[in-house]
């Protein structure tokens, strides 16, 4: 009798499984993000795009066409999106630690290259960097070097 009054109040925990339809998709679940941290200060201008597109390309091996159809899925996907939770759990799922911190250090690069980081994208990175385990002295470094990048690639006076 007391087992089941405890299971009255205490009813055994739903376990945790992944809808039929969903499907893990690490490059989509990426370009997502991208797109995220691209709008983050509300304008998503060509380099950011550029950005976004040469590191997917680079990353994922992507064509041109692939590169298209990946970006214009991941814009309608970040339309609908109302959590980060989905595509930061596929990207843990899927992803050893070295691709995670890749991943950090992609959008920190998104994040500059509108050679402004504004506080929206780095709350946004912050975030994204504890959902998928990513501690904050690898985010710090990770931000410094794409810091270092971005600086690099300004031409001095400018």
């Known amino acids: 009798m007391f087992h089941s009054l405890m299971r009255i109040f205490h009813p055994a925990k739903p376990r945790r499984e992944r ?4 499907e893990s998709n690490p490059r ?45 899925a991941a814009e309608e996907q970040n339309k609908r999106m109302v959590q980060l939770l989905g595509h930061t759990s ?17 959008l920190w690069d998104v994040a500059y290259a ?13 975030r994204i960097a504890g959902l ?6 690898d985010r710090v470094v990770a931000r410094n070097r794409a810091q270092a990048r971005h600086s690099e690639e300004r031409p001095s006076g400018a």
């Open 28 to 72: 989509l679940s990426a370009a997502v993000l991208m797109v995220e941290a691209a709008l983050q200060d509300e304008h998503f201008c060509e380099r950011e795009r550029a950005m976004i597109q040469s590191l997917l390309m680079r990353r994922f091996d992507l064509t041109e066409e692939e590169f298209v159809q990946l970006m214009a």
């Open 132 to 137: 998928v385990s990513v501690g904050d002295r």
């Open 114 to 126: 509108d050679d402004t980081l504004h506080p929206d994208e780095d709350l946004l990175i912050r």
């Open 90 to 106: 596929d990207l843990s799922d899927t992803m050893e630690m070295a691709e995670r911190l890749e991943l950090i250090g992609m």
């Open 19 to 22: 809808s039929p339809q969903h």
